[in-house]
């Protein structure tokens, strides 16, 4: 901390962003060398909409910087498993709603910046993309190296178990598919609603069975929220790891 308070003091930076700093430090583990790169990356497109101010770009090269690195990963961990395994549990690991889970329990809620007020925001996972720019952010500030030991020592050892993400069951619509071909159901999946949340199309899809909406979940694309509404239908359908 006290090498944080010197670079506040040395940088010059002001009391409304001495805060901010000291989040993005305590979050980091380290005192970053643009301050400016990093507020990029922690800035959604609901508060700042230049492609030169929000963290849009960032996140896609962090998604593929974050990828390569759970890949590495992956395939010097299971030194004897095949391509369809490595796949399954990489997907597993950059799932939205597992980085999204992992970026709140960081702090990275507390000091992204976006539109509060923004209800649609609510069902989206932009602390997990946000947490995707602030790797990209780490890449171009960094270089390569140092991001992989951060994503390391900070995303994947603490917060991803890896025992655990074996068995997890995350294509929650192929669950109740079987679910449904098992016990002779009609499964179907409608999108209910379609409407524009500043600027962006929000999907509501519903899981319907035998003409009875049981679930539904809602995303800005019809992917996402079909499964949504699947996870849900599957928690309440009580169908646990194993089908029922």
Known sequence: MALVRYFIQYLGIDKTSRSFY????N?????PGALSLYKTALSHRSV???TDENNERLEYL???ILSGVVADYLFKRYPYKG???LTEMRSKMVNRQTLNDIAVKMGLKKITIYNKNDGSLKVSQIFGNTLEALVGAIYVDKGFNPTKQWVLRHIIIPHMFIEDLETLEINHKNKLYGWANKNGKNLEFETLDERFENG???FTVGAVVDGELIAEGK?????DASQIASQ?????LGLGKTEE
């Open 22 to 25: 000291k989040q993005l430090c």
């Open 219 to 223: 995303a800005f694309n019809k992917k």
């Open 83 to 85: 391509e369809g395994f």
């Open 232 to 236: 849900i239908a599957v928690e309440k």
């Open 27 to 31: 979050v980091l583990g380290f005192v």
């Open 48 to 50: 700042k909409e230049g």
């Open 62 to 64: 962090g998604d593929a």
């Open 200 to 202: 962006r199309r929000l």
